[in-house]
């Protein structure tokens, strides 16, 4: 018997165009270890969904469960309709996968790896020859064909992996940490071309733990923590809910702290958070914090707008450096 | 907490082999590998069997006499077309298909598409085997130069080897999908190809030896490989053909359910 889940049959009440992806109560065990650990989410088509937190949250094993490469433990996860445990082959003929290393075939030319790639898809030798041309020309490869793969930068890698997952037209391209490790340049770049893959209407997930990446790519955020949902929604509403609009870092370098804490204690409407030596101070608009009173026993003091790696820190409770 | 108490999915049981001519594109991309590098790679099968030939055959054969007043390239020269092309399936399979997986990522990259890792496993075999067969040509050829070949039922030799090249390499594959590391391949040469390659009767008749060595030889795959093919190649086939025949069906296609098993517990996480 093939018994309709309740995602399914929601599925068939909604219009065609609005989710792709559906993940719920979504659980992945690796005998002891829980790394994700029942989140429920959904992607919308034409978005950019992204997948924020620290290394070891569950980013990478969730990317997995929807490419149909890591079983699911238990839950539902249905990618264009489709569960994962069933119909695999049907979704990942629907994926574009950029993985977080670059899993280029080094044995291979640049033409040649997106040649054998196409045949994985079984796509057809002349349709297969025009969208290497596309892809190529889409990311400034064209006249790179014939290098090997370690004769390319890591920027021109990463452009190479993600024109290799646009070869099967993808519904949704999921790319895993697509700039970590770049230049900047080389990010620019990648951001520029994702962005105007967006444009066009791919549909995309992201994972990623640069807070930047997300505020200028994503439409859409979800940030986890060892396995479960800490917050989600648009960057803006994020920043706005969790951080509010003005932050102050005070700067600590070797002075004592004891008389900032006590200054700012005074202040219950504030929110503060500590990172190794810098206090965040987290405020709203109209009655934002005037750290004049502590500017001496500061080393430094920095006023600026709140952002998303505000709401990142606290969220996650402990600052990126921690987890290095 | 629900989640927690479910059982968690698990079967134990036989998993019908997900293979569909999509493995052939697993063997087309190392074919184009190849393509790229043929000449280095063709230097190496070709050279060794050459020179045992010369020195073995040929020079070491001037002081060998066997009571049946046989040749000695005759006795060794079918044999060598068992077992170099042996070395060349398994390595494929071994050092080729470990460093694939392992060291570049392409298993991983390659099961994210519509290939089933039984496809990649598949067209490894595929491929394992089809670098065998192709030694089974170099070598066959050399030895008919040398006049080791003295039948014409020799031409046999061919269709047997596209059952014992793909099995060689799918016993290869089993061990590669359990090695932590690629110098662990070395236990699988120095303990399991290299005595085969020595000791399964290719270079010396194993009935004048112990008999518990025979009994040894006869559950290793290249004894049953050098026998038939001596047994083509001299014109005298009786009926432990069939018996070798059977032999590698069975330990194939066992070998290669194996394999499956195993590179799906390596690669599926």
């Not at chain 2, 236990?187 to 025979?214: H, K, R």
Request: aromatic share 10%; hydrophobic share 45%; charged share 20%.
């Amino acid at each position: 018997m093939t018994s309709q889940t309740y995602i399914e049959a929601e599925a068939a009440a909604l219009p065609a165009d609005s989710q792709i992806i559906v993940a719920r109560n979504l659980v992945k065990r690796y005998g002891e270890l829980t790394a994700v650990n029942g989140i429920s989410f959904e992607v919308r088509r034409g978005e950019c969904f992204g997948l924020l937190g620290p290394n070891g949250a569950g980013k990478t094993t969730t990317i997995r469960m929807i490419n149909c490469v890591s079983p699911v433990t238990s839950g539902e996860l249905l990618v264009d309709w489709m569960p994962v445990q069933t119909r695999q082959r049907r979704i990942k003929a629907t994926l574009g996968v950029v993985p977080q290393d670059d899993n280029l075939d080094p044995d291979l030319t640049v033409y040649q790896n997106l040649r054998a790639y196409a045949r994985y898809f079984d796509i057809p030798r002349d349709v297969a020859e025009e969208r290497i041309t596309e892809a190529l020309t889409l990311f400034q490869l064209n006249d790179r064909r014939k290098d090997k793969i370690d004769q390319l930068s890591g920027g021109l890698k990463r452009r190479l992996t993600i024109a290799r997952g646009l070869l099967n037209s993808p519904k949704i391209l999921v790319l895993d940490e697509p700039t970590t490790g770049l230049d900047p340049q080389a990010r620019h770049l990648v951001w520029q071309k994702l962005r105007y893959l967006r444009s066009q209407g791919v549909t995309m997930l992201l994972t990623t733990h640069y807070m930047d990446e997300a505020a200028h790519l994503c439409d859409r955020i979800l940030i986890i923590d060892e396995g479960r949902i800490i917050a989600a929604g648009t960057p803006d509403e994020l920043v706005r809910e969790q951080a509010g609009t003005d932050v102050v870092e005070v700067h600590l370098g070797d002075s004592d702290p004891a008389p900032v804490m006590r200054e700012l204690l005074k202040h219950d409407e504030l929110n503060v958070e500590r990172y190794a030596d810098i206090l965040y101070v987290f405020s709203r608009g109209e009655n934002g914090f005037d750290a004049r009173s502590i500017e001496d026993d500061a080393e430094r003091i920095v006023y600026r707008r709140a952002n998303l790696e505000d709401v990142f820190l606290k969220l996650t409770g402990r600052g990126l450096a921690a987890e290095a | 907490m629900t989640a927690a108490t479910l059982p968690r999915p698990r079967s134990f049981g036989f998993k019908w082999p997900d293979v569909t001519l999509r493995a052939l594109h697993v063997w087309r991309r190392n074919r184009d590998v190849y393509m790229n590098v043929w000449l280095s790679e063709a230097i190496w099968p070709f050279v060794e069997p050459f020179m045992t030939l010369l020195a073995l055959g040929v020079g070491l054969g001037n002081f060998i006499e066997f009571e049946q007043d046989i040749d000695y390239v005759a006795f060794i020269g079918p044999a060598l077309i068992a077992v170099y092309p042996m070395w060349s399936a398994t390595a494929e399979c071994a050092w080729g298909s470990f460093f694939r997986m392992d060291q570049q990522g392409t298993f991983d990259a390659v099961i994210a598409t519509p290939v089933s890792v039984d496809e990649v496993s598949t067209g490894e075999i595929l491929w394992g085997g089809t670098r065998g067969v192709m030694s089974v040509f170099y070598v066959g050829l050399m030895v008919l130069a040398f006049g080791g070949i003295e039948s014409p039922l020799a031409i046999l030799i061919i269709p047997l080897s596209l059952l014992a090249n793909p099995m060689f390499a799918a016993i290869s594959l089993c061990y590669t999908a359990t090695s932590k590391t690629i110098s662990s391949l070395n236990y699988f040469f120095a303990t399991y190809i290299t005595p085969q390659f020595w000791l399964s009767g290719a270079f010396f008749p194993l009935d004048e030896m112990p008999g518990w060595v025979e009994v040894i030889a006869w559950f290793t795959p290249a004894y049953h490989v050098v026998r038939p093919y001596r047994a083509l190649s001299s014109g005298e086939v009786d009926s432990t053909v069939a018996i070798d025949i059977a032999w590698m069906l069975v330990v194939g296609i066992a070998a290669y359910l194996a394999a499956l098993h195993l590179m799906r517990r390596r690669l599926i996480k």
